[in-house]
């Protein structure tokens, strides 16, 4: 089996002003990822999973160090490729494993529903499938933003950094993978988030461009802000 290679990930929320700044900054030295379209973006829209415990969004809530969250991801609205993730934390480092999935299976887990045509190479499949059952794992929220990203590689540095803005929760989960979701912004206006992705080191031209005034790393959690209204009002 292969062994998992797990990531550095800091995350900071940054002011209008602040993304403009850095933006311009990390444009200077890294390079537009290739799946971008003109605007130099793409849109991201995923359906993560929990159980009838909602031990996923408790988790994050308690700051348990070691734990995992399952999600279906498509870009730009299109069914073209559709991918079933799992996210694992582990000592503040992430792991992300994924297998590509078909229309028909995204539609089934859309519905709380196990596929029956899961293939041996399915594997992060065959895991939520298992959860599934015994877990009662299902369809919790939608989470759509649009992402600016970066790539920097040189020698043995693999830096990601993206600015993700226009973050929408919504609770219609059966609205997946229609065109347009109905959904509430969990960031005031102009605010943007930016990821900083790596492996065993952080170059110093990279480290330079996080030196910021009011800067700060933060524990900000996407799926978790998103699920934090709709969980309470369960209550």
Excluded: W
């Amino acid at each position: 089996m292969e062994e998992k290679r797990y990531r550095h990930e800091y995350k900071y929320p940054l002011t209008h002003g602040q993304a403009l700044i850095e933006n311009a900054k990390i444009n200077a030295v890294a390079s537009r990822d290739s799946h971008t379209g003109a605007e130099g973006s793409y849109q991201i829209r995923s359906l993560y999973f929990d159980d009838y415990q909602n031990s996923c969004y408790m988790s994050n809530e308690n700051g348990v160090d070691e734990r995992e969250k399952f999600r279906i991801r498509i870009y730009n609205h299109s069914t073209e490729r559709i991918t079933l993730e799992c996210k694992e934390k582990y000592r503040g480092m992430t792991h992300k494993s994924s297998s590509p999935i078909t229309l028909s299976q995204c539609e089934k887990l859309m519905r709380g529903e196990i596929p029956s045509d899961i293939t041996k190479e399915q594997r992060v499949l065959h895991r939520l499938a298992y959860l599934m059952a015994v877990r009662l794992m299902r369809p919790a929220v939608i989470v759509e933003y649009e992402r600016i990203p970066y790539v920097y590689r040189m020698q043995d540095a693999n830096v990601r950094v993206t600015f993700d803005r226009k973050i929408l929760s919504g609770s219609d989960v059966r609205a997946f993978l229609d065109e347009r979701i109905a959904g509430r912004g969990i960031l005031p206006v102009g605010t943007e988030l930016m990821e900083v992705k790596f492996d065993s080191f952080l170059p110093d031209e990279i480290y330079q461009i996080l030196q910021l005034e009011g800067l700060k790393a933060s524990t900000f959690s996407k799926y978790y802000l998103c699920r934090k209204f709709q969980v309470r009002q369960k209550r």
